[in-house]
């Protein structure tokens, strides 16, 4: 099974870098210095996601991803009936729980850098709020893990470092070099992330996310 690399490293950092953040303010959620400068670091990263979701490469926009929900719903039966398709980038409910945790994670830092200031510090509706915020992270972000295993171990890739497969092949594992699609290749990368959609792992071995 050969593998290409997915996502840049500079966006796996980002990744990382959230993932972290995210977890040490939940973990200092009694207040303090260090849960303030931990919620204002995630909220710093979290910023990024969007902006790179409208205008960056071509893998981290959310057109690349980001499905309808009648398309997402079709592939949450799918996978439960234990035949849905394969993706190279995020699958639809996993870009979903993207969206759903940013925007968590963003309301949570914004609520709680209003708090701390001295026109709403002590109002219990926007502790309250922040409270309703953040503490679905909770459930959120185990239930992110657990489908980033069972997608690797399914499909059989390393979905931490972001390296997607593109061979059917159970009897050797290389590393294969890959560039990034080009800026303006977007409607090709679409026809074919949609043709390895539809045709499955095997169909991978055209390596669409090349140029």
Same mark, same amino acid.
């Not at 099974?1 to 870098?17: E, T």
């Given at each position: 099974?050969?593998?290409? @690399?997915?996502?840049?490293?500079?966006?796996?950092?980002? !990744?990382?870098?959230l993932a972290l953040t995210m977890v040490a303010a939940l973990i200092t =959620?009694?207040?303090? @210095?260090? !849960?303030? $400068?931990?919620? /204002?670091? &995630? %909220?710093? $990263?979290?910023?990024?996601?969007? +902006?790179?979701? %409208?205008g960056g490469p071509v893998l981290a926009? %959310?057109?690349? %991803?980001?499905?309808?929900?009648?398309?997402?719903?079709? =592939? &949450?039966? &799918? $996978?439960w009936q @234990? *035949?849905? +398709?394969?993706? *190279?980038n995020h699958n639809p409910l996993g870009a979903w729980m993207v969206v759903v945790l940013l925007s968590? *994670? &963003?309301?949570?830092?914004?609520?709680? +850098? $209003? /708090?701390?200031?001295?026109r709403f510090r002590g109002e219990a509706w926007l502790i309250a709020a922040h409270a309703l915020l953040a503490w679905p992270q909770d459930l959120l972000m185990p239930l992110h893990i657990a489908g980033v295993? !069972?997608?690797?171990r399914r499909h059989r890739e390393n979905l931490v470092g972001r390296c997607g497969a593109t061979a059917a092949s159970a009897t050797s594992l290389q590393t294969a070099p890959c560039r990034l699609p080009k800026r303006d290749s977007v409607a090709g990368l679409r026809i074919a992330m949609t043709r390895s959609s539809v045709n499955g792992v095997g169909a991978a071995t055209a390596r669409p996310d090349c140029v």
């Open positions: 099974m050969a593998w290409v @690399r997915v996502w840049p490293k500079w966006q796996r950092l980002l !990744h990382a870098g =959620y009694e207040g303090g @210095r260090l !849960h303030e $400068l931990t919620s /204002y670091a &995630a %909220f710093a $990263l979290v910023l990024l996601p969007p +902006a790179l979701g %409208f926009r %959310f057109s690349s %991803f980001l499905r309808a929900p009648m398309v997402t719903w079709d =592939y &949450a039966r &799918a $996978l @234990r *035949r849905e +398709a394969h993706h *190279r968590l *994670r &963003a309301g949570a830092a914004a609520t709680g +850098a $209003l /708090y701390v200031t001295d295993i !069972h997608a690797s």
